[in-house]
């Protein structure tokens, strides 16, 4: 058997199969589907400083190849979390992540500092998706002053392993990995999802309720895995690949592409035992391969 150990910044993974925000929950509710202590890391539904009642329904589309969402960070605060969640989760035996979303960087600060003093959350991933309130609307992560603006504030209040989840939709994902990077990000995820619309042509409206939301699913992944390349070329620091990911095969190209590790989404819903089976993939490969650690075939493109 191949070691399949890999680090992301002070973050010590058993292996690099974690799981993507919003699409595993808490992990408590796959407890029953596969051993969350053999996932590398799970990183549970994205967080907010105050509560949040998501949008309307409907929320959720299914395309070819895919999904979209716009469920809207539906959320109880993080102080619900620290009260509720966070005891059912401290003891399990992996890595377990909080997605963080904001309004301002003062809100992303806040909630931060708030989990920085969690011990068994090492980790945070800081979501710059989202809409920012200072600059009517748009998303932090389009711009590499709004993406190094959260950055910057998140980590004068957060002191443990800080990875940043980047947005697709923008024409330099690099430039914006590399503001990250400058301004303090131990690691950074890609991709978030792209946006994409749906209409019920007999109705003559879009499918969701807010018109547009979220695409994941297959149909992402050759542009996530392009996106990942981009940034392995760009940055210094460690990159986890998302983006449509359901077998050993997918994880392997985005590790051959620059990511240390990837995180598994929208394949939870069709398979809840999928992280486990696309670890034990890479692991096969590994050793039919001749390798005796993964991290042999990470950014290994010629």
């Given at each position: 058997?191949?070691?399949?150990?890999?680090?992301?910044?002070?973050?010590?993974?058993?292996?690099?199969?974690?799981?993507?925000?919003?699409?595993?929950g808490?992990?408590?509710?796959?407890?029953?589907?596969?051993?969350?202590?053999?996932?590398?890391?799970?990183?549970?539904?994205?967080?907010?400083?105050?509560?949040r009642?998501?949008?309307?329904?409907?929320?959720?589309?299914?395309?070819?190849?895919?999904?979209?969402?716009?469920?809207?960070?539906?959320?109880?605060?993080?102080?619900?979390?620290?009260?509720?969640?966070?005891?059912?989760?401290?003891?399990?035996?992996?890595?377990?992540?909080?997605?963080?979303?904001?309004?301002?960087?003062?809100?992303?600060?806040?909630?931060?500092?708030?989990?920085?003093?969690?011990?068994?959350?090492?980790?945070?991933?800081v979501?710059?998706?989202?809409?920012?309130?200072?600059?009517?609307?748009?998303?932090?992560?389009?711009?590499?002053?709004?993406?190094?603006?959260?950055?910057?504030?998140?980590?004068?209040?957060?002191?443990?392993t800080?990875?940043?989840?980047?947005?697709?939709?923008?024409?330099?994902?690099?430039?914006?990995?590399r503001?990250?990077?400058?301004?303090?990000?131990?690691?950074?995820?890609?991709?978030?999802?792209?946006?994409?619309?749906?209409?019920?042509?007999?109705?003559?409206?879009?499918?969701?309720?807010?018109?547009?939301?979220?695409?994941?699913?297959?149909?992402?992944?050759?542009?996530?895995?392009?996106?990942?390349?981009?940034?392995?070329?760009?940055?210094?620091?460690?990159?986890?690949?998302?983006?449509?990911?359901?077998?050993?095969?997918?994880?392997?190209?985005?590790?051959?592409?620059?990511?240390?590790?990837?995180?598994?989404?929208?394949?939870?819903?069709?398979?809840?035992?999928?992280?486990?089976?696309v670890?034990?993939?890479?692991?096969?490969?590994?050793?039919?391969?001749?390798?005796?650690?993964?991290?042999?075939?990470?950014?290994?493109?010629?």
């Open positions: 058997m191949a070691d399949l150990s890999v680090k992301i910044s002070d973050l010590q993974l058993k292996n690099p199969v974690m799981t993507a925000s919003g699409t595993f808490y992990g408590l509710e796959f407890a029953d589907f596969v051993p969350l202590e053999e996932i590398g890391g799970i990183i549970v539904k994205g967080t907010t400083l105050e509560p009642e998501g949008n309307d329904y409907p929320r959720m589309v299914e395309t070819p190849q895919g999904m979209l969402n716009c469920v809207g960070l539906q959320n109880k605060g993080v102080d619900y979390f620290i009260e509720h969640i966070y005891p059912q989760i401290k003891d399990i035996d992996t890595n377990m992540i909080v997605n963080v979303s904001g309004n301002s960087p003062e809100s992303y600060a806040e909630t931060a500092e708030k989990l920085d003093a969690l011990e068994g959350i090492p980790a945070i991933e979501n710059i998706s989202c809409p920012n309130v200072k600059e009517g609307g748009m998303s932090f992560g389009v711009t590499c002053s709004g993406a190094a603006s959260i950055v910057k504030a998140v980590r004068q209040h957060y002191h443990k800080m990875i940043v989840k980047l947005s697709p939709n923008v024409t330099d994902v690099a430039s914006i990995a503001a990250c990077e400058d301004e303090g990000a131990d690691s950074v995820s890609l991709i978030n999802t792209l946006m994409g619309m749906a209409i019920d042509i007999e109705r003559r409206r879009p499918k969701l309720s807010i018109r547009t939301g979220g695409l994941s699913g297959p149909a992402v992944k050759p542009v996530a895995v392009r996106m990942v390349n981009d940034v392995a070329k760009a940055v210094k620091i460690p990159i986890i690949g998302l983006g449509g990911i359901s077998t050993a095969e997918d994880a392997i190209e985005f590790l051959m592409a620059g990511a240390t590790a990837i995180q598994i989404g929208t394949a939870n819903f069709l398979d809840p035992q999928v992280t486990i089976k670890r034990d993939g890479i692991n096969d490969w590994l050793d039919r391969h001749g390798c005796k650690s993964v991290t042999e075939i990470i950014n290994c493109l010629v």
